[in-house]
T-cell receptor, first 116, second 115 residues
C-alpha cells in the first residue's frame, strides 16, 4: 500500500530560526515528489516538485531534498518568517499510464507555527 | 501556475438542503478536474475525478448520488452535496491537472458547515 509519512506532526519555532521537515514514502513506482504549503482555510500551493533524478531543489528560502534510494525527502526552511506559519504537505506521485490524481498519495502534513 | 477559483469560499446550510460548489479554471482549459475533501488536521482525500463531457469517476466509498459532479465546460466543474448532513461538514478543494499531467493546481477551497 502506498503511504507517505511526515514528521514532526507539528512544530513551533521562533522567527528567524531554521527548521527541517521530513517525509518518508513507500510509493511505487515513483514518479515525483512535491511539497505544498497550505495556509489555514486555503488550498495547497506548490513549493517544489522533484523527479527521481533530482536530489535538491530550492524555491527562495525553501530547499527540498530527495533521496530516492532511502525514499526520504526533507524540506528546509531558512530564516523563518511569520508568514511561513502553515501546514506543509508532502505528496508523492506514482507512475500510472493515465496519470492524474489517482496516482497521488498525500501526507497528513506538518503544522508549522512561527512565533515572534 | 494556473489560476483556479472556487465559489463560494464558505457556506453554512441547514441539514437536508443541497449545496453547490463551483470550481473554475481561469486561464487554462481543463479536461479533467479533481475534487478533494479535507477534515481538520487530516490530509486531502480524493473524492472524484471530473471529466469534461462525461461522467465523473468516484473513489471507493464516495456516494455518487450524494456528491453530484457536473463538468459541463472546459473551465467549470460543480460539486453538489445533496441532502447535506452535519457529517458532510468539511473543507472541499478542487484542482486541475496541468498539461504535463504531473502537476496540479489547487483552488482556494470551500468551507462547508452543515447545521
Amino acid at each position: 500500500k502506498n503511504q507517505v509519512e511526515q514528521s514532526p506532526q507539528s512544530l513551533i519555532i521562533l522567527e528567524g530560526k531554521n527548521c527541517t521537515l521530513q517525509c518518508n514514502y513507500t510509493v511505487s513506482p515513483f514518479s515525483n515528489l512535491r511539497w505544498y504549503k497550505q495556509d489555514t482555510g486555503r488550498g495547497p500551493v506548490s513549493l517544489t516538485i522533484m523527479t527521481f533524478s533530482e536530489n535538491t531543489k530550492s524555491n527562495g528560502r525553501y530547499t527540498a531534498t530527495l533521496d530516492a534510494d532511502t525514499k526520504q525527502s526533507s524540506l528546509h526552511i531558512t530564516a523563518s518568517q511569520l508568514s511561513d506559519s502553515a501546514s506543509y504537505i508532502c505528496v508523492v506521485s506514482a507512475v500510472y499510464s493515465g496519470g492524474g490524481a489517482d496516482g497521488l498519495t498525500f501526507g497528513k502534513g506538518t503544522h508549522l507555527i512561527i512565533q515572534p | 501556475g494556473a489560476v483556479v477559483s472556487q465559489h463560494p469560499s464558505w457556506v453554512i446550510c441547514k441539514s437536508g438542503t443541497s449545496v453547490k460548489i463551483e470550481c473554475r479554471s481561469l486561464d487554462f482549459q481543463a479536461t479533467t478536474m479533481f475534487w478533494y475533501r479535507q477534515f481538520p488536521k487530516q490530509s486531502l482525500m480524493l473524492m472524484a475525478t471530473s471529466n469534461e463531457g462525461s461522467k465523473a469517476t468516484y473513489e471507493q466509498g464516495v456516494e455518487k448520488d450524494k456528491f453530484l459532479i457536473n463538468h459541463a465546460s472546459l473551465t467549470l466543474s460543480t460539486l453538489t452535496v445533496t441532502s447535506a448532513h452535519p457529517e458532510d461538514s468539511s473543507f472541499y478543494i478542487c484542482s486541475i491537472a496541468a498539461p504535463s499531467y504531473n502537476e496540479q493546481f489547487f483552488g482556494p477551497g470551500t468551507r462547508l458547515t452543515v447545521l
